[in-house]
């Protein structure tokens, strides 16, 4: 098993930053990656991003590509995400997640383990 607490959430102005963290516990020698999902009201949950927990390579969605960026610390066992030039449409509550069999997994049917979710709001 593997248990994961986020972090770091908040309510934010358009234009701010913010950085969400993942602790992960447990059988961390399991994972393969750990993603970052949102979701709003009435909508499905939706990648966000995902780091290879091997190789430190990234992945994220369009609509954060460019002002996002995903790392890892093995030392903490965390993963983080930092948010830049945040938007209103970036409210949703933020999970964090991770995959036991994927290197690269958008999915959410690909993942294993989920957080408990952080909310995260942007106001104009």
């Known amino acids: 098993q593997v248990q994961l607490v986020e972090s770091g959430g908040g309510l934010v102005q358009a234009g701010d930053s913010l950085r969400l963290s993942c602790a992960a516990s447990?059988?961390?020698?399991?994972?393969?990656?750990m993603g970052w999902f949102r979701q709003t009201p009435g909508k499905e949950r939706e990648f966000v991003g995902a780091?290879?927990?091997?190789?430190?390579?990234?992945y994220y969605t369009d609509s954060v590509k460019g002002r996002s960026t995903i790392s890892r610390d093995y030392t903490k066992n965390t993963v983080t995400l930092q948010m830049n030039s945040l938007k209103p449409e970036d409210t949703a509550v933020y999970y964090c997640a991770a995959a036991r069999y994927y290197e690269a997994p958008t999915l959410v049917g690909e993942y294993d383990y989920w957080g408990q979710g952080t909310q995260v709001t942007v106001s104009s």
């Open positions: 780091i290879s927990w091997r190789t430190g390579r990234t």
């Open positions: 447990g059988r961390i020698s399991s994972i393969y990656a």
